[in-house]
């Protein structure tokens, strides 16, 4: 699929133009092999084997900037999931290896590394729990290091005893960064129907059907569709707006395409062995700049405010209309590849939650069609564990029945309420503390045990 000089330029115009970044370039790197008879050799190992796998990663990325003038906001790295390279650590043993992931991630220079995670569908291993609980300390004692946990997909059905685990070990890791607005919860992802090539954090890890090393692409361009909209005026039919979507879409992921292959290329030569490229991830992914917003987009389609009635239909016709055009630009689409809807990410989000239009009802039900369910969510700091594991149980039975990716990232902001902020900076951005129903849900909670996949999970 060769790319030709007018696409570059294009790109190059977009970027001007329309603030248009590759969102990242994610080198996934695979931890077989790394696991030994103790926890200090296995320690050793991995993070070896993460500083020579991506020694070279963040100049080739940078040299593929300079050629092309096109800015990569963030160059990050994904590993193998934690737990299975270290299942026989112990809580301080997991703690430990995240400060030295944490310390091989400034070495080589990425903004994240993610993959401190544990897949836990259908049960977890003592390695499993124990990575769990590490959590709080491990992502409050690191700056780089990410994590997630796998909680349910549409094979296996949701894995209820991990799910109040995990929502114990949110309000661990919020009160572990109180005097950071929790943030600890910023950087770590609950998940149904995880995906093994997602290049965007907190969630992504080097999945186990992985080559040893990949680099995927995740794109940005709300402000190129948002453009592309306005141009059309309120005459045109969404069968037009369609259309422009698709136009754009295929544009954006052309860029992804041709950067990706040329920073694989770059580090392939700079390392001296091959590291394939992967995919494009086709999510639009916001950020708190002006006209950068995906909820720009749906207001531009017609909406006073992201919120209102259409809103669902809306970001349906936008997600659909972005994979439409991006799957005909590259050669293999992956990771999660939707709208993201990040709260605290997304300017026009952040206004329309406060104003009380958008609730976390609302985003319940967008989180239906669009590709990540909850996410930069900032709720009352003394929401219980059982509350956030009952919002976590019904976005992942919105994802197992529809065979689809849900994800939370949600942040009970210690020591505030409704209607305070919480502020990260940067890309993270500032969000409102959203209400939550106060309605009971302790014993639904509690039960434990797995909710069964659903019978379309029988497709044999």
Same mark, same amino acid.
């Given at each position: 699929m060769p790319l030709s000089l007018t696409e570059v330029l294009e790109t190059v115009r977009m970027t001007e133009a329309d603030a248009f970044d590759i969102?990242?370039?994610?080198?996934?790197?695979?931890?077989? #092999?790394?696991?030994?008879?103790?926890?200090?050799?296995?320690?050793?190992?991995?993070?070896?084997?993460?500083?020579?796998?991506?020694?070279?990663?963040?100049?080739?990325? /940078?040299?593929?900037?300079?050629?092309?003038?096109?800015?990569?906001?963030?160059?990050?790295?994904?590993?193998?999931?934690?737990?299975?390279?270290?299942?026989?650590?112990?809580?301080?043993?997991? %703690?430990?290896?995240? /400060?030295?992931?944490?310390?091989?991630?400034?070495?080589?220079?990425?903004?994240?590394?993610?993959?401190?995670?544990?897949?836990?569908?259908?049960g977890a291993t003592p390695g499993d729990a124990a990575l769990i609980e590490a959590l709080p300390e491990a992502l409050a004692a690191t700056e780089r290091v990410c994590a997630s946990v796998a909680c349910g997909s549409t094979a296996a059905g949701i894995n209820a005893d991990a799910v109040l685990s995990v929502a114990r070990a949110i309000k661990g890791m919020a009160a572990r960064t109180a005097e950071r607005d929790s943030i600890g919860c910023a950087k770590f992802v609950a998940f149904c129907n995880a995906v093994g090539d997602n290049p965007f954090v907190a969630g992504a890890?080097? #999945?186990?059907?992985?080559?040893?090393?990949?680099?995927?692409?995740?794109?940005?361009?709300?402000?190129?569709?948002?453009?592309?909209?306005?141009?059309?005026?309120?005459?045109?039919?969404?069968?037009a707006v369609t259309d422009a979507i698709k136009t754009m879409a295929f544009k954006i992921t052309r860029a992804g395409e041709l950067v990706g292959r040329r920073v694989a290329e770059r580090l392939s030569e700079r390392s001296g062995a091959r590291v394939p490229f992967g995919v494009v991830d086709i999510s639009l992914a916001p950020t708190p700049a002006d006209r950068d917003s995906v909820g720009d987009v749906l207001r531009a389609m017609g909406l006073v405010d992201v919120g209102a009635p259409g809103t669902t239909a809306a970001l349906a016709m936008l997600n659909e209309a972005v994979k439409?055009?991006?799957?005909?630009?590259?050669?293999? %689409? #992956?990771?999660l590849s939707g709208a993201f809807m990040p709260v605290s990410e997304d300017q026009a989000m952040i206004d329309a939650a406060a104003s009380g239009h958008l609730t976390l009802e609302k985003l319940e039900a967008m989180s239906a069609i669009c590709s990540v369910g909850l996410d930069m969510v900032a709720i009352p700091g003394d929401t219980s564990a059982e509350t956030i594991a009952g919002i976590l149980?019904?976005?992942?039975?919105?994802?197992?029945?529809?065979?689809?990716?849900?994800?939370?990232?949600?942040?009970?902001?210690?020591?505030?309420?409704?209607?305070?902020?919480?502020?990260?900076?940067?890309?993270?951005?500032?969000?409102?503390?959203?209400?939550?129903?106060?309605?009971?849900n302790a014993v639904f909670a509690r039960r434990g045990g797995r909710i069964p996949a659903p019978i379309r999970a029988l497709t044999n």
């Open positions: 969102r990242t370039v994610t080198l996934g790197i695979s931890l077989r #092999g790394c696991a030994s008879r103790d926890a200090e050799s296995t320690r050793r190992n991995v993070v070896d084997r993460v500083r020579r796998v991506a020694e070279h990663h963040v100049a080739a990325a /940078e040299e593929v900037e300079r050629l092309y003038g096109v800015r990569i906001a963030n160059k990050r790295v994904s590993i193998t999931p934690a737990a299975l390279v270290a299942d026989g650590f112990s809580p301080a043993d997991f %703690v430990r290896l995240a /400060e030295a992931l944490d310390g091989a991630a400034a070495e080589v220079g990425v903004d994240y590394l993610a993959g401190f995670s544990a897949l836990v569908e259908k890890f080097h #999945g186990p059907s992985e080559p040893g090393a990949a680099l995927n692409v995740g794109i940005s361009g709300p402000g190129v569709v948002l453009r592309a909209i306005e141009a059309l005026g309120p005459e045109a039919d969404f069968g439409r055009g991006g799957l005909m630009a590259a050669r293999h %689409v #992956g990771g149980f019904d976005e992942f039975a919105i994802g197992m029945i529809n065979d689809k990716t849900t994800a939370v990232r949600i942040i009970p902001v210690a020591g505030k309420g409704v209607g305070e902020w919480a502020d990260y900076g940067g890309l993270l951005g500032r969000a409102p503390v959203m209400p939550v129903s106060g309605v009971g």
